[in-house]
């Protein structure tokens, strides 16, 4: 059995800065990509950032230079920092994680998701 949790969602000024924090545990023998996926009110659910494994990342272009992704692999959590928050930035953030677990068999696992609002 595995889990992703999500944390660090909050309401915050336009401009102003949110971490983001996402820990699998269970049991897992090793993850390969973690994702940060939004989702807005009316909005189809769209990619944030990427990770792999080996720290390559990827972000979507309206996040690119404000927003960063990393992870600690020895404590299988992903972060998303972000920084300069626009209005636009609020929605629900979801991690996801494609992890093997010591079942042999390979999980593709969400969170439950934590709500970032930026408000005036």
């Known amino acids: 059995q595995v889990q992703v949790v999500e944390s660090g969602g909050g309401l915050v000024q336009p401009g102003g800065s949110l971490r983001l924090s996402c820990a699998a545990s269970g049991s897992i023998i090793s993850i390969t990509a973690m994702e940060w996926y939004r989702q807005a009110q009316g909005n189809q659910r769209e990619l944030v950032a990427g990770?792999?494994?080996?720290?390559?990342?990827n972000y979507a272009d309206s996040v690119k230079g404000r927003f960063t992704i990393s992870r600690d692999n020895a404590k299988n959590t992903v972060y998303l920092q972000m920084n300069s928050l626009k209005l636009e930035d609020t929605a629900v953030y979801y991690c996801?994680?494609?992890?093997?677990?010591?079942?042999?068999?390979?999980?593709?696992?969400w969170g439950q998701g934590t709500q970032v609002t930026v408000s005036s």
């Open positions: 996801k994680a494609d992890l093997l677990s010591r079942d042999g068999r390979w999980y593709r696992s």
């Open positions: 990770i792999t494994s080996g720290g390559s990342t």
